[in-house]
């Protein structure tokens, strides 16, 4: 059954592969160019080095670490005045947002602080969230003009991704905060070409200069280095490598970089950008099924760990794979780098995806390449094909008394919308970060025909109500079950969850939910397709920029108004403003009252709203349903 689905999608991927090689020498400058650390010691291998005077330990998460905290105090100049240029082309009525942040930009805490979450769906949530990012990106063209958001990503103090939101938080970070546009508007071969599929390899014209059988070649050798030196691997290591060729404008698919690196590139230390983070699921020590009690994980440049009581701590990002006991290295122990590499990071938040690779044998590539994968899959040990395996596990002996973890050698890290909560909003709704805001972009797969229905949402509400356990204080606010998502339409437009802070059990965002739904494009595509023309890709980018934007704000022309009213409402309560009135007109208009609905809704097929650019998003979709549904019904659902 499993592979009868994936034949199909492999199928529809394999049209233009295997070019005839060529080198173009402006791409391969290009790639040299705008880089920004490759500083694994040896390629992919982690690799022994002498351990810095102040040896590494992992920390207690009771509060954020030193380096966050100084660093948020750098991005807050630079936050303040991306949102004094942000309230320069939003109007919030005839209320005077840059005064009003004027008045209180000496007391920093009073200021608004803004989380954007882009959820998981593979290369469907790649797309949609990148549609999404561009809208807020003030250096898009046109994006700071009346009725669009640009300059609310660099207004924002975080980023999370997940899964195929990762894809697309890596690919913005790893390439020195590049462009959605620019990434757009790369040559073949080089990242975001997904005409051809994965499994082929990029094309040979560009900077990765690689055949399919020199990048199977490359991905073996990649992945042998790291087990000859004596490193557990799983499908993981070959699917995060695999990833990387797609992603990263790197030539041999960016084999040096490491995720930790981006702390140390300028850009990010001088506070220019918001603080990527990227969410994993932890797998129970003896369970198989990840369920809401399991561990969340994040990986933020300086570090890989979680809030959860469960562990409580987080472990230096650039020295993984050192043998931490009790949260220390052990006097006779090296330290190792190099464990983090940025393929690995988004390949652990995707495990879901890795799957896809055993599919190589439908393929027509040649049979070279089928045995340079089959060799590679021989040695790596099946039973762990579905995890990414953290080993040495960082937080060997760490808390003891109540970490069920501390006896494990090994961590079994997952997909990060394993849990269902597809959306990465545990790292934004942390106490410790007090985020005001969360601009929640959900692609996720939820109903029949591919659109999101809150399922992510009601996940971290459920989790939050077990407030002494795995929810450990974190609050966030009530959510509707699915039914009601669908029969209010809170899935087809933003809708603001968390209006009122005196409703709540705590301390926690305001979250605008904006779900994908198609404007120009049918945006629904199934997440088993893996190749994508630059046109459709491009079709369903701009779709995800009318998704953010209320199509330009041809919409609702208050739109934006409802934006900044949204980013402003827990600053003004802190500062006792009263709200402006346009704000309580929006808050009218998009907040979730509290009504429920939970009869059983008819299917939900919405159609364009505007005139269609592309028929394939929707046309593919019936005849990839029965299959996809026969796969799993837990991938349909979380992927
Ligand atoms: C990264 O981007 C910044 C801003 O565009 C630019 O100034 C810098 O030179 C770039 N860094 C590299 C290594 O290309
Ligand atoms: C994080 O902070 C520690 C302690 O202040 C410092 O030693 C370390 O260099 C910082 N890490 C980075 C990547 O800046
Ligand atoms: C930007 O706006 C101008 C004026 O409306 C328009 O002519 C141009 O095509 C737009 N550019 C893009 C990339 O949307
Ligand atoms: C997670 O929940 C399941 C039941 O829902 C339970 O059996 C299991 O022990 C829990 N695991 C942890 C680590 O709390
Ligand atoms: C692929 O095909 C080869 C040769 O038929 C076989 O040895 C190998 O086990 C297959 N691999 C998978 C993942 O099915
Ligand atoms: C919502 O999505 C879940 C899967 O995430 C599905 O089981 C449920 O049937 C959906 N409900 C509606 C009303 O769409
Ligand atoms: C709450 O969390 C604890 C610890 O993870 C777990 O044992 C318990 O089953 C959870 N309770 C509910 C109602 O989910
Ligand atoms: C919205 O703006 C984008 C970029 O400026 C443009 O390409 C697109 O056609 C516009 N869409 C609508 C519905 O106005
Ligand atoms: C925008 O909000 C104002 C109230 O502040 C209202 O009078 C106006 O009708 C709204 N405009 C639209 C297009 O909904
Ligand atoms: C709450 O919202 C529903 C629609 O979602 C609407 O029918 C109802 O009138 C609203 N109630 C109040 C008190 O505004
Ligand atoms: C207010 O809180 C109650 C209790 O948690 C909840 O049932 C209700 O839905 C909340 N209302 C809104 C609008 O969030
Ligand atoms: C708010 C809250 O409950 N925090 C707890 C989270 O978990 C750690 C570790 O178990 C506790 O020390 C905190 O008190």
Redesign the pocket.
Known sequence: MKAAALITCVALALPGALAAPGIDPDKFSLALASRALPNAPDGYTPTNVSCPASRPTVRSAAELSSNETSWLETRRNKSLSAMKDFFGHVQVGDFDVTSYLDQHASNSSNLPNIGISLSGGGYRALMNGAGALK?FDSR????T?S??LGGLLQSATYVAGLSGGSWLVGSVYINNFTTISSLQTQKAGAVWQFGNSILEGPDTGGIQLLDSTSYYKDLATAVEGKQDAGFDTSLTDIWGRALSYQMFNASGGGIDYTWSSIAKTQDFINGNYPMPLVVADGRNPGELVVGSNSTVYEFNPWEFGTFDPTIFGFAPLEFLGSKFVNGVIPSNESCVRGFDSAGFVIGTSSTLFNQFLLQLNTTSLPSAVKDIFSSILGKLDKADNDIASYDPNPFYHYNNHSSPYASQTELDVVDGGEDLQNLPLHPLIQPERHVDVIFAIDSSADTTYNWPNGTALVATYERSLNSTGIGNGTAFPSIPDQNTFVNLGLNTRPTFFGCDSSNLTGPAPLVVYVPNYP??TLSNVSTFTLSYSDTERDDII?NG??VA?M??S?RDGNWTACVGCAILSRSFERTGTTLPSICTQCFSDYCWNGTVNSTTPNAFEPTPM?SVRSSRAGAIMPTLLPTVVAVSAALFALA
Not at 140 to 143: Q, R
């Open positions: 809208a898009t063209t046109n994006a003009t009725g669009h404007y120009s701009l920029y009318e934007t199509a330009n041809t505007l």
